[in-house]
C-alpha cells in the first residue's frame, strides 16, 4: 500500500488536505470516505480500513472537510451543504487524475454529506456505505442540543455542543432538509452499519434507511455497538464488511489513479 498527503482546492478557493491511499497493482476503483462532525481524516476507525480497502484493489481517499476538528472555530461557520460541496470538489481532484468507478463511505454527519451526494445521482458511483447515519436530523438535533428549544434561534450566533461552538445557521439547515425524499432518490446498492446501543445517533435510523431506499440494501446492526464502533470486534467488522460491500458492487476490469 502506497500512502500520499495531498491538498486540493474547494469552489470557495479553500485548500483542503487529504491521503491518498492506494494499491500495489491496478485499482479497481475509487473510495471516498467522509468523515463524521468532529471527526478528520485521521480517525482512527478511517486508518483501520485503509489497509482492507487497498488489499481488495482500490484506492482510498480521505480527506478533511472544510469544518474539521482540531479547530472548533470554524464549526461556528459549521454547513451540511458546504460539505457536500467539499465533496464535490474532492470527486473532481480524482476525476482529474484519471479516477472513475467511484464508492462513498460516510460516518455519521460524513453519511448524511454521502447521502445527498448520492441523491443527486452522480455519474459513475458504485456503491454507497452509511457508517451511524442518521436520517432523523430532528432527533438529532435533539441530542446535540441536550434537549434545547432550538426554535427562534437568533440568525447569527452560534449554540455550545460538547464545548464547541455550532453556527446557528447548521440547525435552521438541518431542520429544512427533507432526508426521507434524499434517501428515496439513491440509485445505488447501499451497506448500512449501526450500532445497537448508538447514543449519539438512534440504531432506528438503520431502520427508516432500510425501510425507505429502493435499490439493492443491506442493514447491519452491531450488537452491542455504540456510535464510533471503534471496539476491536467492531472494527473487524467493518473490515470485513465494507471491502465485501465495495467488491461486490465494482465493475470488472482495472484502473490506474495517476499517483504525482
Not at 492506494?22 to 476503483?29: F, I, L, Y
Not at 462532525?37 to 486508518?47: H, R
Not at 455550545?160 to 425524499?181: C, H, K, T
Not at 435499490?215 to 452491542?224: F, S
Amino acid at each position: 500500500m502506497k500512502t500520499e498527503n495531498i491538498v486540493f482546492h474547494n469552489d470557495q478557493g479553500d485548500l483542503l488536505s487529504g491521503r491518498l491511499y492506494s494499491p500495489a497493482e491496478d485499482s479497481r476503483g475509487t473510495v471516498l470516505f467522509c468523515h463524521g462532525l468532529f471527526s478528520s481524516k485521521d480517525a482512527y476507525k478511517i486508518v483501520n480500513l485503509a489497509a482492507d480497502i487497498t488489499g481488495t484493489g482500490f484506492t482510498l481517499l480521505t480527506f478533511d472537510f472544510s469544518f474539521v476538528s482540531g479547530i472548533p472555530e470554524s464549526f461556528k461557520k459549521f454547513s451540511i451543504l458546504r460539505e457536500v460541496r467539499d465533496l464535490e470538489s474532492a470527486v473532481a481532484f480524482l476525476r482529474a487524475r484519471g479516477a472513475s468507478h467511484l464508492h462513498l463511505v460516510g460516518s455519521s454527519m460524513g453519511g448524511v454529506v454521502a447521502l445527498l451526494y448520492a441523491a443527486s445521482l452522480p455519474e459513475d458511483l458504485r456503491s454507497l456505505t452509511l457508517i451511524a447515519t442518521p436520517v432523523d436530523l430532528g432527533g438529532l438535533l435533539d441530542t446535540l442540543s441536550g434537549g434545547l428549544d432550538l426554535t427562534g434561534l437568533p440568525e447569527d450566533g452560534y449554540t455550545i455542543v460538547d464545548g464547541i461552538p455550532i453556527g446557528n445557521g447548521f440547525f435552521r439547515e438541518a431542520r429544512a432538509l427533507d432526508m426521507i425524499s434524499t434517501v428515496r432518490s439513491v440509485s445505488v446498492p447501499t451497506l448500512v452499519i449501526h450500532g445497537a446501543e448508538d447514543r449519539v445517533v438512534n440504531v432506528r435510523n438503520a431502520g427508516i434507511l432500510r425501510d425507505v431506499l429502493a435499490v439493492e440494501r443491506k442493514v447491519v446492526v452491531v450488537p452491542d455497538g455504540d456510535h464510533n464502533l471503534t471496539r476491536e470486534g467492531d472494527l473487524r467488522l467493518l473490515r470485513d464488511e465494507i471491502p465485501s460491500w465495495i467488491s461486490s458492487h465494482a465493475d470488472p476490469g482495472r484502473k490506474r489513479v495517476e499517483s504525482r
